[in-house]
């Protein structure tokens, strides 16, 4: 996770109101979303909170996104409730199931256990996926404890298991990776097996972020012919992360195919902002048309963030916001 920093209360108010002002344009919003991601105590924590109330599912979608990646536990009653939101756009739900997977309060444990077998499929992975975090959380913790009641190596090594690799992104991943030295073509089975429990294939995918290089952009890339649109989407965006050119094609088709699901097209969108090379930004403009909203504010908020980049900031925050 990312080091929170500390932010006058005025600060945090400035930021709030932006979010919540029916007149500030969706760029802005992310800014300010982005800014109060990063400010420490819980006060950013139910600013965030209250930007769920906005009309916009790609909108709400991040910030319940942010709000996992924060790890705030007083977030967890709300993300609760958009969990169990039928209502909820399918994007929202997935994310505030993550987000509990994230923060990985026991007390969620009920409600994942119920939304696991949800009508959708999207929010029952994503639910799944959640309890595995928390089963392999705790499994952790009993394993430390007893070697902690133990002596000798043979108590070490259980507490240690298998070595966890951190993510090089400073991001809460849904999963731990497996070992990136794990050979490229035994993650590629894992990841594209369809009978592979997905928290198993989420574990090779990370491990393919984490290993990079086009060879894993490859493999990375063929999981789009699955069928589960989580895991494609999850694909997209370690794509994303990853930076990475050769992945611009397969991602410049995923957001082309409108048949696709939304969320994962939104992903394709962001992760080709990120690659930012000429035809990518071409795409983005094009499909900043879209009639599906999600994937045309994606492109536009993809575009912003290239021209704050472009223009020497160095952080896609409010910049404003402390003056």
């Not at 994503?126 to 309890?131: G, I, K, R, V």
């Not at 989580?230 to 195919?257: C, F, I, N, T, W």
Request: one cysteine or more.
């Amino acid at each position: 996770m990312a080091t929170l920093v500390q932010a006058p209360e005025e600060v945090v108010q400035r930021l709030q109101q932006k979010l919540q002002a029916d007149d500030t344009s969706l760029p802005d919003k992310y800014r300010a979303l982005f800014s109060l991601r990063n400010v420490a105590g819980t006060e950013a924590t139910h600013a965030l909170t209250k930007a769920l109330q906005d009309e916009s599912d790609l909108f709400r979608h991040d910030v319940a996104f942010c709000l996992g990646q924060r790890q705030d536990p007083t977030a967890v009653g709300i993300l609760k409730q958009l969990v169990a939101d039928s209502q909820q756009h399918a994007m929202v739900r997935h994310e505030a199931a993550e987000a509990l997977g994230a923060i990985a309060d026991p007390d969620c444990l009920q409600l994942l256990q119920r939304h696991a077998a949800d009508s959708c499929q999207e929010v029952a992975e994503t639910c799944q996926l959640a309890l595995g975090r928390l089963a392999y959380l705790e499994q952790k913790k009993a394993a430390t404890a007893a070697a902690d009641g133990a002596d000798g190596a043979a108590a070490a090594a259980a507490a240690a298991g298998e070595a966890e690799e951190q993510s090089p992104y400073y991001s809460v991943d849904p999963t731990p990776a497996l070992p990136s030295s794990t050979p490229v073509e035994q993650l590629r089975v894992l990841l594209l097996d369809p009978k592979a429990p997905m928290f198993e294939r989420y574990r090779a995918l990370f491990a393919l972020r984490n290993k990079g290089g086009e060879e894993a952009v490859a493999v990375l890339g063929e999981a789009f012919s699955c069928s589960s649109a989580l895991l494609k989407h999850e694909v997209a965006y370690v794509m994303g992360q990853m930076q990475h050119p050769a992945s611009a094609g397969v991602l410049g088709r995923v957001l082309q195919d409108t048949q696709e699901h939304a969320m994962v097209r939104h992903e394709a969108a962001e992760a080709l902002g990120s690659v930012a090379d000429a035809a990518s930004v071409a795409l983005l403009k094009q499909f900043a048309q879209d009639p599906e909203p999600i994937v045309a504010h994606s492109c536009v908020v993809a575009l912003d963030m290239l021209e704050h980049e472009a223009s020497g900031a160095f952080e896609y925050a409010d910049t404003g916001a402390a003056q």
